[in-house]
């Protein structure tokens, strides 16, 4: 018994990195998605009261009083040009909410803070949660550390509200549903291809994965020259039917094509890295099978559709799950070559609410929502597609 609690240690002490790494770079996350998706967390204010400013300058700013005049007035006199609101507001910089204007009035020391500034007892700089940790006389703590109000649904509610919601979610839906079977299909082509016994089937290996390790950025910027309105695609066209009355079009910035052209980019470059997964399992296939379905007469096409794709579905099954998650939380082609909200995605809409719109947590709600249909889609995914035959 001793001797299995030791094993179980050391084990355990060996796995401890990976743990850690798991638990606060997956777990809180997630956690923490969940908790700002019911709260109105504003990133841009997180850290509101962490600025350090020179109360000095603030003071003149706001009374019209310099530091050197101070002393040759009373409080009672530099109190008639305080307001402690718009003083915090204005001058020291903090945003404040109804209730927070209402705390400050009640309960900032203004008598001391301009006591303070005559007797020049003010420091040059200074943070403003100490600021005002110093200064006010009753819920300082509401001023010290930025704590994000509590919502409750209301960000659920205002999503199905929202026209822009409707808009990314089908278009990400749309991509998974024409993305997945194609990608799919063609990486399993691929793996056939590669599995074959022909000379140079090394280098097409080579060329067909070179695609999955090759920068994201670095494939938009090659199909953003392909797509755009002068691009390559249009020149060809433009070659083969210019006489038929064929017009250059700009495919990245047309909303009825843009997400199809992004489509058929992702699918080029993602075959390659599934059809590695296929040629693995190719490779468990035994040969004793191809062989016995030749003798008994199978074409080449019924044995691709009756053995090898059955035989294959374990690897279908991992495939079209990844595929669906990948489809669905797509982001980085879309960042770099859409430029109309026609055509965005979930995932780039909670990155435009997150980090442009300031809506961390409307941002965290949607990603709440695309989590749960993501985790839906997988689960249908293996009820549909069993992994045994």
Known sequence: ??????????????????????????????IAAFYYSLTDYQPLEARKFTYTFDPYDALELHTGVLKEEAKDYTVDELKEYFDPVTFVELDVGVKLSEEEKKIVKDYFD?????NDFKEGKLPKQIKISDFMKKYMKGHSER???YVPRFVGLQNFKEMFKDMYFYTS???????????????????IILAVAANSKIRGVNFFKSVFF???????????MIFWLIYSKPGVLNKILLALFGRLGFQPVDYLNEPKVALFAIMAMNIWSTAGYFMVTFLAGLQDIPSSIYEAARIDGATSTQIFWKITIPLLRPQIVFVSIMGTIGCMQVFDQIYFL???????????????????YGKMGYASALAVVLFAVI????LIQRKVIKEEY
């Open 338 to 356: 859409i430029r109309n909200l026609r055509n965005i995605t979930i995932s780039y809409y909670i990155y435009k609410n997150a980090f442009e």
């Open 143 to 145: 001023f010290t550390k």
């Open 110 to 114: 203004s008598l001391n803070l301009l």
């Open 169 to 187: 979610f089908w278009n990400a839906l749309l991509y998974s549903i024409i993305v997945v079977p194609i990608q799919t299909l063609l990486a």
């Open 210 to 220: 070179l695609p999955a390790i090759t920068s994201s950025a670095a494939l938009s």
């Open 375 to 378: 985790l839906a889609l997988s």
């Open 1 to 30: 018994m001793k001797y299995r609690t030791k094993e179980a240690l050391v084990g355990y002490l060996f796995a401890t990195p990976i743990i850690l790494t798991v638990l606060i770079f997956t777990i809180y996350p997630i």
